[in-house]
């Protein structure tokens, strides 16, 4: 995250061992944790200090972009060109120093806010086990078949036909009786196991405070629907790198986010799906959700999934887009994707399908 070093959060030199690393990190984590009067935020930049810092790759690759914020910042401070005059196209890139901000959204302009009762029960797909309904009524045939047998005195061979149907009967209740204490388990056990958990994976703030940015953004407002799934950094199949910066699940509806800092400007993309700035084809970043969603599309056909590429400004400005609908991947302003995103998933706020819901997970970064 821009402007928190990850060895002064831990408190320890750009020289310490693992160990020192390790020490340090228990040492605040009795103090930052959330359950003792901490603050999620602050927590969350701990556990991410800690983990680059004990991951050697990943240690190295801080400490090299470390150095060059560094030399950066050194190079800012040095003094202007005789006459006070600044270096060609300064100010007119990104600005080293800016810091986008949580961007404010009025509840009054999302259109879905007040729709959403976010105390309402979550409806678990596909329902397991066999209804209940037809279990009941032959429970109730059941005792029916048993007192009327008891009541009347039959001969034998009613006796027989009156004991078959009988032992058939309870036969069918005892296979369906456990089929629903199977289907009670499971559903047990998955509740247990992630239904009090809404979002999964920690954003890269490493290298990007726009990925964090989307993160609250995400904890802030789409929370509100119960059916709701956040998930923070996903792979393709068969890939091992971060293909997909953040994905919103709810129920059988997915959309994939790119969260990028990008120059100040209006961004809309063409009939091909290319990105566009200030009426020109955007050259100034890259970005590989067009391919997310195929192959998101394919690992899910029975999903329907949209990509949204949220652009933060690089530096003082504004960034625009307009309401494109019926593209694949749009780009969008951090209000725009609360507004319309939101307003898309609340068609059906309340259902966690359990099979795309584990497939989606499957493909958290490790």
């Keep these: 995250m821009r402007g928190v070093d990850y060895y002064e959060l831990l408190g320890v030199g ?37 983990e680059t810092l004990t991951d050697p790759a990943r240690r190295a690759s801080y400490d090299s972009s470390r150095r060059r914020k560094a030399e950066a910042r050194a190079a800012a401070q040095r003094p202007r060109r005789p ?11 990104e600005d080293p120093d800016y810091v986008p901000r949580m961007p ?21 797909l596909p329902v397991l086990g066999p209804d209940a309904r037809p279990t009941m009524a032959l429970v109730g ?25 009988l032992i058939a009967s309870g036969i069918a209740i005892v296979v369906l009786l456990r089929r629903h204490i199977g289907a009670h388990r499971e559903h047990r056990m998955f509740t247990a196991e992630f239904g009090d958990q809404r979002i999964f994976g920690l954003p890269d703030i490493q290298h990007e405070r726009a990925q964090l940015l989307t993160a609250e953004l995400c904890a802030k407002y789409l929370i509100r629907l119960p059916g709701v799934r956040v998930f923070h950094g996903l792979t393709s199949p068969d890939s091992e790198f971060e293909d997909v910066h953040h994905a919103v699940l709810c129920g059988r ?22 990105l566009w700035r200030n009426g020109h084809p955007f050259r100034g970043g890259v970005t590989r959700l067009n391919e997310g969603v195929a192959t998101f599309e394919e690992l899910l056909p029975e999903v329907e999934v949209r990509g949204a590429v949220l652009i933060y400004p690089s530096r003082a400005g504004d ?36 099979d795309v819901f584990t497939a989606v997970l499957d493909q958290l970064v490790d």
């Design 253 to 274: 509806r997915l959309v994939l986010v790119e969260s990028k800092s990008w120059l100040p400007g209006h961004y809309t993309t063409d009939e091909k799906g290319e």
């Design 83 to 93: 006459g006070g005059t600044r270096r060609p196209g300064r100010g007119f890139g």
């Design 104 to 124: 404010r959204v009025r509840l009054d302009d999302l259109t879905w806010w007040d729709v959403v009762d976010p105390q309402a029960r979550v409806q678990y």
């Design 14 to 50: 750009s020289d310490a061992t693992p160990v020192e690393i390790k020490s340090a990190y228990r040492t605040l984590a009795r103090t930052m944790h959330p359950d003792v009067g901490g603050s999620d935020r602050a927590f969350l930049l701990l556990q991410e200090a800690y």
């Design 141 to 165: 045939a059941w005792s029916l078949l048993l007192l009327a047998g008891m009541a009347v005195d039959l001969n034998a061979a009613l006796m027989a036909t009156w004991l078959g149907l």
């Design 319 to 354: 960034v625009t887009t307009v309401e494109q609908h019926d593209d694949r991947v749009v780009p969008m302003t951090p209000a725009q994707f609360v507004k319309d995103i939101g307003h898309w998933l609340a068609q059906d706020p309340v259902t966690v399908d359990r």
